[in-house]
């Protein structure tokens, strides 16, 4: 499954725990007191298990790493999903933090201001080497610098069984928001009536997975037309009639029974009481993992397109250095070879989308990606969705991020659902990433 992005430190902002220890963060734009070595040394690198079912997979890759030659040496501390970004936090603003480390595309932007991280063009990137990245990794950019390489990208897509679409009378999934409603509306009345009720949607985040609603709020907001933020960041602007509009559609769905409130989505969708939802591509794996429930019945598609545009969340991850390293040049060296084409295109094994320009790449790895995206149809929808989506929504995201992300998982849930009025969740938001985008001026 998609990790989702965990709550930072509450008690102490970054940017605090470094005023408080001298030697935790360097100061400004990535000029901190690390120099650039001779490229040689040790490499500590703190990771998550990024690749998507296999756990096991980053300790091999940096095995192999290791092997490949002489002249850098990288230590794996290997950190769980559940508090792997607050140790990293905890360990950089103390002065004892890794060298690399693994962060989410479009970075935190305590780690930013604070200066804790090195712009790739001290790590040995070139300007040739990063105008190979994909237009969206300007998520990584910050005042006019990249701080972070790229690994993959997700976006957010739809997934639908085409077992139950077919049993019911649709050969083709939805394309707009008002196909979606009425597909999934007599899904569920068709099957209620049959005496096996299928939920025609449902909304990942309003189930057991209340992270993820995040991501799907965010989607549905952008297709509404609306945005996170001011261009500038410094308001937020979710309270909309775009924000109304997309919340008001998500309702819909519960307030006319067409999906019940704290059904799995994942798990309905494998069980096929779950009929379509909504979830970065990389979910993939863990359909797959339903072997026979799921084998030859399911596919993806682009998300249906709603008032303004087809637009989805952008995730994945990044690669980001300490501007304190001994050897800046060493940590880059791991860190090209960690996110390169080569190793890029073998994470597209569990569906992690390919963050180069193809026609960038040597013919070798571009042989590779061709084949992996001639010989499975999903790549296509994938890529599709991939085509609409721009770096934006991610930026404002990390504005107020720590506070939006815990403050849309209550407000979102309660607007959707019915608890409290639309308007009012709308506002709740506003009201309390607002407070915090005021502490970032």
């Not at 006019?144 to 077919?166: E, N, Q, S």
């Amino acid at each position: 499954m998609a990790r989702p992005r965990r709550r930072l430190l509450t008690a102490v902002s970054l940017a605090s725990a470094c005023a408080l220890t001298a030697t935790a963060c360097a100061g400004g734009s990535g000029s901190g007191s690390g120099a650039a070595g001779d490229g040689k040394g040790t490499v500590e690198f703190w990771s998550m298990p990024y690749w998507i079912g296999q756990d096991d997979k980053v300790k091999s890759l940096v095995d192999e790493f290791n092997a490949s030659q002489d002249d850098v040496k990288v230590n794996l501390t290997q950190l769980e999903w559940k508090d792997g970004r607050d140790k990293i936090k905890q360990a950089v603003a103390a002065g004892k933090g890794p060298d690399v480390w693994l962060m989410n595309n479009g970075l935190e932007l305590d780690y930013l201001t604070a200066g804790s991280l090195a712009p790739l063009d001290d790590l040995g990137y070139t300007k040739a080497d990063t105008d190979r990245f994909l237009d969206l990794a300007k998520v990584d950019e910050y005042d006019g610098k990249l701080y972070g390489a790229p690994l993959y990208f997700d976006v957010g897509v739809m997934l639908y069984r085409t077992d139950v679409l077919r049993k019911y009378g649709h050969t083709a999934p939805p394309t707009t928001w008002e196909e979606l409603k009425s597909t999934a509306a007599d899904i569920t009345e068709k099957s209620a009536a049959d005496g096996r009720k299928v939920s025609g949607w449902q909304f990942k985040g309003m189930d057991d997975h209340v992270n993820a609603i995040n991501s799907t709020w965010e989607s549905f907001l952008c297709q509404a037309g609306g945005s996170l933020t001011s261009a500038d960041g410094t308001r937020s602007t979710q309270n909309s009639a775009a924000g109304r509009t997309a919340m008001e559609y998500m309702k819909s769905f519960y307030t006319e029974k067409i999906s019940p409130v704290g059904t799995s989505a994942l798990n309905g969708f494998v069980d096929g009481t779950v009929a379509m939802f909504p979830f970065f591509q990389s979910v993939i794996a863990n359909v797959e993992a339903g072997g026979a429930k799921t084998a030859g019945k399911w596919a993806v598609a682009p998300m249906p397109t709603g008032p303004k545009s087809g637009c989805s969340m952008v995730g994945g991850h990044s690669l980001v250095a300490s501007a304190g390293s001994e050897d800046l040049l060493a940590a880059g060296t791991f860190m090209k070879w960690l996110a390169s084409p080569e190793r890029s295109a073998r994470y597209m094994d569990f569906h992690a989308i390919f963050p180069y320009k193809p026609d960038a790449v040597d013919p070798a790895v571009r042989a590779t990606y061709k084949k992996k995206v001639q010989g499975d149809p999903r790549w296509k929808p994938i890529l599709e969705q991939l085509g609409r989506n721009t770096p934006d929504l991610v930026l404002q995201d990390r504005h107020g991020w720590a506070t939006r992300w815990e403050a849309q998982k209550a407000s979102v849930v309660a607007g959707v659902n019915g608890s409290v009025p639309v308007e009012k969740a709308l506002a709740s938001l506003d009201d309390q990433v607002g407070k915090a985008l005021s502490t970032e001026k």
